[in-house]
């Protein structure tokens, strides 16, 4: 039988983001994937450079409006690496919260999409109410749903307001019996199983070798978690869990995400329970950052978040660079997809849960050898940004 | 009165097209939102459709990036007539923070006609609701 091209994208039902997947199907069979990203560029990194350290900040709160705080806290990471600051205790601890509730609004947001892609709308209407109970206490907090704005250079903006804790521990408590239905709706009820168990299977050497991370690795069994590995904020001092499933495919990587969530809920509390009183933010804070450069690692819901931050000792950062999980993700995704049937690749491609404006840059490689100085005039990056015709 | 039966059923039931035009997903999740249990905007009639060619409403969400540009008039012209196009937040109104980056046009009006702006960072979906409604109003105007 030929083989037929199948364009899925820029835009199409089953993906939230402007992305092209271009599929060549043999029968049934997905034979080869190919993808074009690229989109969702908006030259973040360069307009970087013509802000301040703080506007920066609130410019990569833009980076996802899912895994905001996790950019934003990344950064800041480094940034104060970079200027030697020791924030107050009390400022991880609500950073660490942030982030944790953070984490579990992104996994309940992936549970719905998964079960709107294998048509399960059910499953999405269920956990999108569960989800709403986060962002009431997001928006307490914080003060705004998504894009939350907390973190500040030395600390945090807001504190948690007071005699509310019982209040968000009450909320916490519901949820968590809503995330044990769900582990037992996945593990007991049928249809989950048939529908996921076995497809798009990534071996746990094949997750290795490709670089997979975040909860993608772990479903393939691969033990890593940079909360584990190398603890930032308060996460040595918090007891909990690394989970990891074995079954490399879509069923393992929901089941996954399900028990983070009861993790997640559990470090949220800890936090809650055990938030040292004192200042939340330090009361003075330079300026200008001194010269110097930082690289600092987070675990962001869909795995490890990278930045880099170096100053030259102005106002501006001289250079900050973004790596987002889900430019690791797709290497992994996209040769799963290979042998896959077309019916499976949309929730194949959603199952590593993809985040696109994360994702998308410009990157042009260098060949040292001819000795080419490897200048790029800035009309020439608008050039590149469009990528050529679609 | 033919015409007149066709503005009822377009005012009671609004489809929409959802499309990300470069947003960092925050818009996107809030518009979702508001189709979900808490918010509902099933109960004024509108429903989520995946192709364009099924749509009443387009719902932009973030900057037009150069890239998007060409599939967004694309998508624009596959919609059928009459069409409306919401823009929901900052970045879809004006840019917002993108603004003046070298890959971003600015707002989704750059490019296509907009008839309701809802702004916030990231639009509440009570916000979206409001545009939504006052779109809908708007519409009935127009039927007269």
């Not at chain 1, 950073?95 to 499953?123: C, K, N, Q």
């Not at chain 1, 209040?167 to 996945?186: F, H, P, S, V």
């Amino acid at each position: 039988m030929a083989e037929v091209k199948i364009p899925i994208g820029p835009q199409h039902p089953a993906l939230e983001e402007p992305e092209l997947f271009l599929l060549t199907v043999d029968g049934e069979e997905i034979v080869k994937a190919e993808m074009r990203i690229g989109y969702n560029h908006r030259g973040m990194e360069k307009s970087a450079e013509f802000r301040t350290f703080l506007q920066t900040l609130y410019l990569f709160e833009r980076i996802c409006g899912i895994c905001s705080h996790s950019h934003t806290t990344c950064y800041i990471l480094a940034v104060e690496e970079v200027a030697g600051l020791e924030i107050p205790e009390r400022a991880k601890f609500i950073r660490t919260l942030v982030g944790e509730l953070e984490r579990i609004h992104s996994h309940l947001l992936w549970l719905g999409i998964a079960g709107h892609e294998i048509g399960f709308d059910t499953l999405f209407m269920y956990s999108w109410r569960d989800r709403e109970f986060v962002l009431d206490i997001l928006e307490e907090i914080t003060g705004n749903r998504v894009n939350y704005g907390i973190n500040t250079i030395g600390g945090v903006r807001r504190d948690i307001p007071e005699g509310k804790i019982d209040d968000y521990l009450k909320a916490l408590d519901i949820l968590e019996e809503r995330c044990q239905y769900y582990a037992k709706l996945a593990f007991e009820e049928g249809t989950l199983a048939a529908r996921l168990s076995g497809v798009h299977y990534l071996s746990k050497e094949k997750a290795i070798e490709l670089c997979a991370c975040g909860p993608m690795a772990r479903a393939s069994g691969v033990a890593t978690d940079v909360r584990f590995e190398e603890p930032y904020l308060v996460y040595d001092q918090i007891p909990f869990n690394l989970v990891t499933y074995d079954s490399g495919d879509i069923f393992g990587r929901t089941v996954v995400r399900v028990l983070e969530v009861i993790e997640s809920i559990k470090i949220a509390r800890y936090c809650l329970q055990n938030m040292p009183p004192g200042e939340y933010r330090l009361e003075k804070v330079p300026k200008k950052i001194p010269e110097g450069e930082a690289f600092s690692r987070y675990e962001a819901p869909r795995g490890e978040d990278v930045h880099y931050v170096r100053s030259d000792g102005g106002e501006n950062p001289y250079r900050a660079k973004v790596r987002a999980p889900t430019m690791q993700n797709l290497l992994a995704t996209m040769e799963s997809l290979k042998g896959s049937y077309i019916a499976d690749a949309p929730i194949a491609i959603a199952s590593m849960d993809p985040c696109f404006s994360c994702t998308d840059r410009i990157a042009l490689v260098r060949d040292i050898r001819s000795g080419k100085e490897s200048r790029i005039r800035f009309r020439d990056l608008s050039k590149y940004g469009k990528g050529g015709e679609r | 009165m033919f015409q007149s039966l066709v503005n009822w059923a377009r005012v009671k039931s609004p489809w929409i097209l959802h499309w990300n035009t470069g947003a960092c997903n925050a818009c996107d999740i809030e518009v979702l939102a508001a189709l979900t249990p808490r918010f509902d905007v099933e109960r004024f009639g509108i429903l989520l459709q995946g192709t364009p060619r099924h749509a009443d409403v387009i719902v932009c969400t973030g900057p037009v990036t150069r890239q998007v540009k060409d599939r967004l008039i694309r998508v624009y012209n596959q919609t059928p007539d009459p069409k409306f196009v919401v823009a929901v937040g900052t970045c879809a109104c004006s840019g917002g923070v993108f603004r003046g980056n070298y890959n971003v046009l600015g707002g989704i009006d750059q490019v296509i006609p907009v008839d309701a702006y809802i702004p916030g960072c990231a639009a509440r979906p009570d916000a979206i609701i409001d545009g939504v409604v006052k779109l809908l109003a708007k519409l009935q105007g127009k039927a007269g």
